[in-house]
């Protein structure tokens, strides 16, 4: 049993598709660049609000005390004596000063109503771009989901007809510092059963492969051959890497399955869900390049494991 994983990629271009996919993700790109503007002003409005609000509650405090002094002058006033004229003087700056911070105080509470009224008006904006972000990449998946819509009636036309069932991939990955793996049970079992979450222990030849596979196979783009007895973990593994490509953005996976009395199980995942195609030995070297030819998509990657009796 050698199970081999290969890259490639390419096909025939969908000028249509690729052009409003393109435009899509500048649209996006867009997006992000006004809401990180958005965010921005946002944050230096808040600032200008807090200070705002500690230049206010110095005034307060200030015009506290003067309200205290002026208590006391007026204390001093109700003695007639000599130095009546000192403290009428005194009294006078420190009601100066009082109004001063007075019309100063209004002025910051102003500014203040201002700064929040700008404040509310960004976060709706942020709303709003928000909502435009949603509705574009509805968008975009429903331009996705036309796409493979209409490359699975080509492939049907071909004689490739797919089974799709629903795949969770909320949980999957690493867990534990690398000691665990979930993954949904649908794609360990090639009879398709009782769906939900499978942890597996994580050996050190299971992180080995799965590291072997990203750095020389994904990054440095080389064929990869796993050889190993039967038992050791080859199939499990390179599964769960594929899976774990399937969810990362650009990447476009297939799992090629070949039993020993000749039929061969085509497994990709596309939009949260798993597609399988059983081709007989005579069909397989046609069906697969038919596969292959649907992906057109020169921006992404494309990876393909060949696992079973070969």
């Given at each position: 049993?050698?199970?081999?994983?290969?890259?490639?990629?390419?096909?025939?271009?969908?000028?249509?598709?690729?052009?409003?996919?393109?435009?899509?993700?500048?649209?996006?790109?867009?997006?992000?660049?006004?809401?990180?503007?958005?965010?921005r002003?946002?944050?230096?409005?808040?600032k200008?609000?807090?200070?705002?609000?500690e230049?206010?509650?110095?005034i307060?405090?200030?015009?506290k005390?003067?309200?205290?002094?002026?208590?006391?002058?007026?204390?001093?006033?109700?003695?007639?004596?000599?130095?009546?004229r000192?403290?009428?003087?005194?009294?006078r700056?420190v009601e100066?000063?009082?109004?001063?911070?007075?019309?100063?105080?209004?002025?910051?509470?102003?500014?203040?109503?201002?700064l929040?009224?700008?404040?509310?008006?960004l976060?709706?904006?942020?709303?709003?771009?928000?909502?435009?972000?949603?509705?574009?990449r509805k968008?975009?998946?429903?331009?996705?989901?036309?796409?493979?819509?209409?490359?699975?009636?080509?492939?049907?036309n071909?004689?490739i007809?797919?089974m799709?069932?629903?795949?969770?991939?909320?949980?999957?990955?690493y867990?534990?510092?690398r000691?665990?793996f979930?993954?949904?049970?649908?794609i360990?079992?090639?009879?398709p059963?009782?769906?939900?979450k499978?942890?597996?222990?994580?050996?050190?030849?299971?992180?080995?492969?799965?590291d072997?596979?990203e750095?020389?196979?994904?990054?440095?783009?080389?064929?990869g051959?796993?050889?190993?007895?039967?038992g050791?973990?080859?199939?499990?593994?390179?599964?769960?890497?594929?899976?774990?490509?399937?969810?990362e953005?650009?990447?476009?996976?297939?799992?090629?399955?070949?039993?020993?009395?000749?039929?061969?199980?085509?497994?990709?995942?596309?939009?949260?869900?798993?597609?399988?195609?059983?081709?007989?030995?005579?069909?397989?070297?046609?069906?697969?390049?038919?596969?292959l030819?649907?992906?057109?998509?020169?921006?992404?990657?494309?990876?393909v494991?060949?696992?079973?009796?070969?």
């Open positions: 049993m050698i199970p081999a994983v290969i890259r490639g990629g390419g096909g025939v271009p969908h000028a249509n598709m690729d052009l409003e996919d393109v435009e899509e993700d500048i649209a996006e790109a867009r997006l992000r660049q006004e809401q990180a503007k958005v965010e002003k946002l944050e230096n409005v808040t200008k609000i807090d200070e705002e609000e230049e206010a509650r110095g307060a405090k200030e015009l005390v003067l309200e205290t002094k002026k208590a006391g002058i007026r204390i001093q006033l109700l003695d007639k004596g000599a130095g009546q000192y403290w009428e003087d005194i009294l700056d100066e000063k009082e109004k001063y911070l007075r019309k100063k105080e209004e002025d910051l509470r102003k500014k203040e109503e201002d929040r009224k700008e404040k509310q008006d976060r709706k904006e942020k709303q709003d771009l928000r909502k435009e972000k949603q509705d574009l968008e975009k998946q429903d331009l996705r989901k036309e796409k493979q819509d209409r490359l699975t009636k080509e492939e049907i071909h004689g007809q797919w799709e069932t629903p795949l969770d991939a909320s949980e999957l990955g867990e534990e510092n000691k665990l979930s993954v949904d049970r649908s360990m079992n090639w009879n059963g009782t769906a939900g499978v942890v597996l222990y994580c050996r050190d030849g299971f992180n080995e492969q799965m072997f596979l750095e020389k196979v994904c990054k440095e783009g080389y064929m051959w796993i050889l190993g007895p039967p050791t973990g080859k199939t499990t593994t390179t599964i769960c890497f594929i899976l774990s490509k399937s969810i953005e650009g990447w476009c996976v297939m799992f090629v399955r070949l039993w020993k009395l000749g039929i061969v199980s085509c497994i990709q995942v596309v939009d949260g869900q798993q597609r399988r195609c059983d081709l007989s030995s005579d069909e397989v070297a046609s069906g697969v390049k038919k596969i030819q649907g992906w057109t998509d020169k921006r992404r990657k494309y990876l494991s060949l696992d079973g009796y070969v």
